[in-house]
């Protein structure tokens, strides 16, 4: 009975003991902890227009110790030309396990309009240089809270909308009912990539008067900063729109003209349809 008890007790003491030698080695581990890795990914546009790029950074955060930690969120500064321009704070937490990895996804907008009234020299630009900075919090045991910087640089296409060079009305026929009018368009493309004219749906006035209306809807091609042609026959009835514009047309008088139109084009990138 004596033996017994004597070996309950021996074996108690050897769990005692091999459940101290996990602890201390477990407190041992995280006395040795690494810092989490972040690599940042070079900007992906997703989309893209005439107003704004959307695009996301990707940060792989790899965590190299044996037990778990969590990042509790970040901050971050999207540097444009070295100036300041986007600033963000994210709270979401994430928790990454003993040796392994995860992405986090941070989409951002780039206003085209007002990043050009804030730094105006990037419209003399195909290209423009960014420098994404963030300061990643993550908590970690027996160690608590830690900082760990990324900073990530690259450079993002500028896009710039297809302009007017020049504009011409020219007379092609004329006779007492109405007449035949030409407007040729010489549009410009300053982009470093194609584009191409799909639809142009107009409104064509003369001294303030609306005087024709209509949609064209032949492609053109503008190739990259290359500019094109583009006319628009235009038929004008002077019974419809009054002795005024038989007056301007024939009797030598001053005449102003004035274009307004939307233009839908496509493009050679394909995140800018």
């Not at 992906?44 to 990042?71: C, M, V, Y």
């Not at 105006?120 to 809270?145: E, H, R, S, T, W």
């Not at 109405?178 to 470093?192: K, R, S, T, V, Y």
């Amino acid at each position: 009975m004596r033996d017994s008890n004597i070996g309950k007790a021996a074996h108690a003491l050897l769990i005692v003991g091999l459940l101290g030698m996990t602890g201390c080695e477990t407190i041992e581990s995280m006395t040795k902890s690494k810092l989490p890795t972040v690599k940042a990914s070079d900007a992906k546009i997703a989309a893209a227009n005439f107003s704004a790029i959307d695009f996301l950074i990707d940060l792989e955060i790899q965590n190299p110790n044996t037990f778990g930690l969590a990042l509790s969120g970040f901050d971050y500064d999207l540097q444009i030309n070295n100036d300041s321009f986007l600033t963000g704070v994210k709270s979401d937490s994430l928790r990454l396990e003993a040796n392994q990895s995860s992405t986090v996804a941070i989409p951002m907008s780039l206003p085209l309009q007002e990043l050009a009234t804030k730094i105006p020299d990037i419209l003399k630009q195909d290209n423009f240089d960014y420098a994404f900075a963030a300061q990643l919090q993550f908590n970690m045991p027996l160690v608590g809270k830690i900082n760990v910087p990324i900073r990530k640089t690259g450079t993002l296409p500028v896009i710039r909308p297809p302009r007017i060079k020049d504009l011409k009305l020219a007379k092609k026929a004329i006779n007492l009912t109405g007449a035949d009018l030409e407007l040729n368009l010489n549009i410009e493309n300053p982009n470093n990539f194609d584009l191409q004219m799909k639809q142009f749906q107009y409104s064509f006035m003369g001294n303030d008067q609306s005087w024709a209306s209509g949609t064209t809807s032949d492609p053109v091609a503008l190739s990259k900063k290359g500019d094109a042609s583009l006319s628009i026959p235009i038929r004008l009835n002077f019974l419809a729109i009054g002795k005024t514009a038989f007056q301007l047309l024939t009797g030598g008088k001053e005449f102003s003209s004035k274009l307004k139109g939307n233009l839908t084009v496509d493009s050679s990138l394909k995140y800018l349809p």
